[in-house]
């Protein structure tokens, strides 16, 4: 008589590099459906009034202002602008931070000679720096296109303003407008965007989970997950908004062609630090933080979804991937 018998569970192994890719991409897809109204809110925001004097009129009065007028002018359709390459961004930038932050840690540990349980302050903004910068660089001409198709309103436009039919529209325009350094405008300010919220994101997310374990919380549970990330997304806020209203003036800037090198030019900025000097000089401290109550809008539930999402999709695989299988045995 044959009756199955289980296999013992093999211990599972650290998730690959590709595989905590997959995961992350796929979490902060969850994300940005949630998190891209406030980031088209964002995003006007920080364009509405760009360099003009303190006090001068403004098409939004707040973020609230900006979903009823954008809602009642464009409807769904303007409230999700840019989602699709918002979509791609995402499993790039994500994929990398989540993907590679622990390799980069471990590797940096392993440098200084630490254990690899061992988490050091330094090793950990250092990994989230690494990890955020290879993922800026390889979403930067979604997050380019993104940024200028959430500042498009055919109602009430604020900064400069170009439609693209969709993203494939938006990348052969760039490239035939501005040639193919076009898609690399902006780099400079989007890896100071994400590295500065990259340092904080992980790192802050894991002292809060480490501490929170050690006092008693379950590791695995969803309260332990959320009030981790409720702390990482607004310690992301709080150091990243300068960088941001950066990168979305940089992105969203008109250009031109420069007689003498030919070559496709802001006509505004000259790179992040002179955005970030004439914005304090026209506008005052507070023009670079434009849009902070839509950004932690966007990025408290974005981070709390894509971190919460990640380790439910981890352990959804992993329990996927070594679930023990039956083994026959005559008895």
Known sequence: MTTPTAVPAPIPAPLSTLESFICGGLAACCAVTISNPPEVAKTRLQLDGELAKQGSPRVYRNVLDVFAKTWRNEG?????RGLGPAYVYQILLNGSRLGFYEPFRLSLNRMLGVPDKTVLASTSIGAGVASGGVGAALGNPLFLIKARMQAYSPALPVGAQRYYKNSWDALSTVVRA?????LLRGIDAALLRTC????????SYNLVK?????????SDGFWTFLASSSVSGATVCVVMQPADTVLTRMYNQPTAVDPKTGKSVGLLYKNPIDCLWKTLV????FGWYKGTVAHFLRIAPHTIVTLTANE???????RV???PKPEFKVV
């Open 76 to 80: 769904i359709r303007g409230i999700q």
């Open 178 to 182: 501005e040639g193919p350094r076009g």
């Open 196 to 203: 500065m919220g990259s340092s904080v994101q992980l790192p």
């Open 210 to 218: 480490t501490t929170l374990v050690q006092n008693g919380w379950r």
């Open 282 to 285: 026209a506008e005052g401290p």
């Open 312 to 318: 439910l999709i981890m352990a959804l695989y992993l």
């Open 321 to 323: 991937k070594y679930r």
